[in-house]
């Protein structure tokens, strides 16, 4: 290597020192650990869980079923049930208490929920920032109130209430194998869901100018806590943020709502000719094979039911859902409802399903079930088909997810119009919603730990379906550039990918947005689509009905992909370290054609033997070390023949002949003459290492982009300097082009340097972008 740079010293000779930045403060070692393999930073893999990221040979899972009863009274706003739970203990430990969750009561008075954030007084504050410094004042009618816990012979069941988890005493252990069935009845006041202090994710909302309302019922019945081979009991408090952590199992749900309610649930209705009329039967049949949403409620119907609100006479509507980790429904006599099915590839169908209410018609009847189609046709192409025989999208002014069902934002103005931004939020919010029965209801991640892990995936899918939607599609998260104004914060706001779901400061931008927007970049810029969608695709289908933890998916996208990712989920999802890449300075080169008086010498050097030089030769000398060469003459005369300068295809045969005194001026030039060596010094500002993409623009206009890889970096993890040999002339030079490595600072990016807008106005734009974030509206994803 030495010889090759002191040829390039003498036969090159710099025609100019073209551009030139200051080097800034480095990194405090040039070789770190950023490409070190992660190691302990994972947990150890047992036979629970395959090294490969696999579920292992002795995988288990716990199973729960529930049979529930339950009614809806729209006078008191009150919901009660009852309800008998079939836990099956399919772990290899002795269970002596089962743990529950009891969300609603997140909105007790008592709850922690009211006294974990800090607050503040400002010159100026609205009545709902005041009623919000301590809003247990207003919420002492909330929270689940259990009337009794027994067991099948009725015999009451010892049980103790923490906040917003409930321990259960069992008469006698449950060991593996073995099943337990109780029963549980309860009330509790349904929350004003639109009211700010009271703020959740289901309750009612009560429309002032028509009297009626529209219930979103979510986290409603007591339920199992989940227990797994890596937590345990999951039964952390629920603080309205860090959401669920759930069991698959099967439910049988009767609900009873005034008669001329619509229902909508998880799973299939099993009595739609008792509760539909006799047209919208027929409607619901014909939706069966439609290719367009059919209305099984009319926009008629529905404003005629509610201008006829006081009704007597109620209605059992009959659900049943197999193999889902939660169930959740809504009901109004508001309701459009239309239908089309969607089909797997194998012919199986799911319906497509919406319901809202007339003040949403104009872009739900449009937009909605058709979104919902295309997010089922999408995550089946990429995940897995779509198992489950329903998929709805309730407009409900907010947005949230459960299996088979989610809510919604989507309204009109008053005159029906409405803006492009209000219906790509509704589509935007739909695709993501409906996503999320893969992330994580099927995918069953524990969305109390990691907010990512279902968060994160399903915004980067939501990309990938948005992006087949419309080709223009106003994103919120996916393209790298839409998280540079995160990771541009000062590192006292920021926090690993990989920081539990309470703890983070800026919970949108670091679980969805700085997620999707990597594991994009992982897809376009380090794995390429091939690659990705072949191990994501494998992650889905093995963890599909599991529960996946974050190794399992680290582990399975590097053994589905045979690509070290070690270091990207070191530097994106452990680290806050950002992506900023600079270009500090550039050297141009051309070969000297004339003949260079120093070449003799230079050649002599290379071909003088400077001796013994180093002590282990001179030890072996003094100490009489006999030399085989020296003592076999047939080798002896073997090495003092060989010339492999003389070789036509090694390296020594190039250098040799570069130093040839036959070399003439003339070969030179038809040689090197052309030949422009670009020699670029890149130092790393950001700290996160990511592969070097450089846009090249020629004499001639012509453009070409060249892809160093991340590796480039594995030595020195804060300077490198390249030369790139040109035949033509460069007249411009671009870092990352196309804006795909979330850089943070394009200042440094380009040469000759740009003007840009400065850091306030790109702050300005990046936050009108945010203000239409519709999840952000949404308030709950
Ligand atoms: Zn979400």
């Known amino acids: 290597m030495k010889t090759i740079r002191t040829a390039l010293v003498i036969y090159l000779y710099s025609i100019t020192l073209i551009y030139s930045l200051p080097l800034m403060g480095q990194g405090p070692s040039n070789h770190g650990h950023k490409f070190e393999q992660l190691g302990t930073m994972l947990p150890t893999p047992n036979t629970y869980r395959n090294m490969d990221g696999s579920p292992g040979p002795d995988y288990w899972q716990q199973r729960v079923d529930y049979d529930i009863e339950c009614w809806l009274d729209e006078k008191l706003q009150q919901l009660r049930g009852k309800e008998k739970i079939t836990y099956y203990n399919q772990s290899p430990s002795t269970l002596h208490y089962l743990w529950l969750q009891l969300d609603e009561n ?19 504050m609205s009545e709902n920032a005041l009623r919000s410094l301590e809003p247990w004042r207003e919420l002492e009618e909330f929270g689940v109130k259990i009337f009794s816990v027994t067991d099948h012979n009725g015999d009451s069941l010892k049980y103790t209430i923490y906040q917003t988890t409930m321990r259960v005493e069992l008469p006698k252990p449950i060991e593996r194998g073995e099943s337990f069935t109780f029963n ?11 009211n700010t202090t009271s703020w959740g994710r289901g309750g009612y909302e009560l429309f002032e100018k028509d009297g009626n309302s529209l219930y979103t019922i979510a986290q409603w019945y007591p339920r199992l806590c989940a227990y797994t081979d890596d937590t345990g009991w999951q039964n952390k408090q629920f603080f309205g943020r860090g959401e669920f952590a759930l069991t698959f199992g099967n439910f049988l749900v009767k609900i009873t709502v005034p008669e001329d309610h619509v229902v909508g649930a998880t799973g299939e209705c099993m009595n739609y000719p008792q509760m539909l009329t006799a047209e919208q039967y027929q409607r619901w049949t014909q939706a069966q094979t439609a290719k367009q949403p059919v209305e099984i409620v009319t926009l008629d119907e529905a404003i005629k039911a509610e201008k006829h609100k006081e009704v007597m006479g109620t209605k059992t509507w009959i659900y049943e859902a197999d193999n889902v980790r939660d169930f959740a429904w809504t009901s109004s006599r508001k309701f459009v409802w239309d239908a089309m099915p969607h089909y797997n590839e194998d012919g199986k169908r799911a319906m497509c399903m919406s319901y809202y209410a007339k003040e949403a018609y104009p872009i739900y009847s449009r937009f909605s079930t058709k979104a ?10 990429y995940a897995i088909p779509y198992p489950y025989p329903s998929a709805i999208s309730v407009e409900a002014d907010n947005g949230m997810e459960y299996p088979m069902i989610c809510f919604n934002p989507g309204r009109a103005e008053e005159d029906g119009t409405y803006t492009e931004h209000a219906k790509f939020s509704a589509i935007s919010t739909i695709i993501h919603e409906v996503g999320h029965t893969y992330f994580p209801m099927i995918i069953n991640s ?27 599609y106003p994103h919120w998260a996916g393209p790298a550039e839409l998280i540079t104004h995160y990771m541009a914060q000062s590192k006292d706001q920021l926090e690993p990918i990989m920081t539990n779901s309470e703890n983070l400061a800026n919970y949108f931008a ?119 060469v020296d003592e076999d003459p047939a080798l ?31 070969e030179k030039e038809k040689l090197y003459g052309k030949n422009n060596y670009y020699e670029l010094f890149f130092s790393n500002k950001g700290g996160l290492v990511m592969p070097v993409i450089i846009e090249w623009t020629y004499k001639d206009g012509s453009k070409e982009i060249e892809r160093i890889p991340v590796e480039i970096w594995r030595k020195n993890e804060t300077n490198f300097r390249k030369v790139f040999v040109k035949d033509k002339e460069v007249t411009g030079i671009v870092i990352d082009p196309y804006k795909e490595t979330a850089d943070i600072d394009v200042a440094n990016n380009n040469w000759p340097v740009k ?27």
């Not at 549980?184 to 639109?194: A, E, G, H, K, V």
């Not at 969305?447 to 915004?459: H, K, P, S, V, Y």
């Open 106 to 124: 997140e909105h007790h008075a008592s709850a922690d929920k009211h006294r974990i954030e800090g607050s503040k007084i400002s010159d100026i």
């Open 184 to 194: 549980i009845t309860w009330n509790y006041n349904l929350i004003d869901r639109m």
């Open 372 to 381: 919902v189609a295309h997010t089922l046709a999408t995550y089946s192409q």
């Open 446 to 472: 524990d969305e109390r730990q990691w907010a990512w892990f279902d968060e994160g995936l399903n915004t980067f899918m939501q990309f990938v379906t948005e992006s087949t939607w419309d080709p223009n």
């Open 510 to 628: 670091n679980a969805y947005i700085k997620t999707a927007c990597a594991l994009n970049m992982l897809r376009e810029t380090v794995m390429g689509r091939e690659k990705f969608d072949y191990a994501f695709k494998i992650y889905c289908e093995r963890w599909a009905f599991k529960h996946p933890t974050p190794a399992d998916f680290f582990r399975t996208m590097e053994d589905a992909s045979g690509v070290d990712l070690d270091w990207f989920w070191r530097g994106w999802f452990y680290s806050i370290d950002a992506v900023d890449v600079s270009l500090d300075s550039i050297k141009w080169y051309k070969v000297d054609l004339e003949n260079n008086p120093e070449r003799k010498e230079v050649v002599d050097t290379i071909h003088a033997k400077p001796g013994i030089t180093h002590i282990s030769q001179t030890r072996n000398i003094e100490g009489g070390v006999k030399f085989s």
């Open 636 to 666: 002896r005369d073997f090495y003092s023949s060989y010339k492999p300068w003389e070789g036509k295809d090694s390296v020594m045969t190039y250098l040799t002949w570069l130093y040839d005194d036959t070399f003439t001026e003339k």
């Open 755 to 781: 003007q840009l807008p400065s850091r306030f106005e790109v702050y300005k734009k990046n936050k009108t972008e945010e203000t239409k974030n519709p999840m952000q509206r949404a308030g709950k994803t």
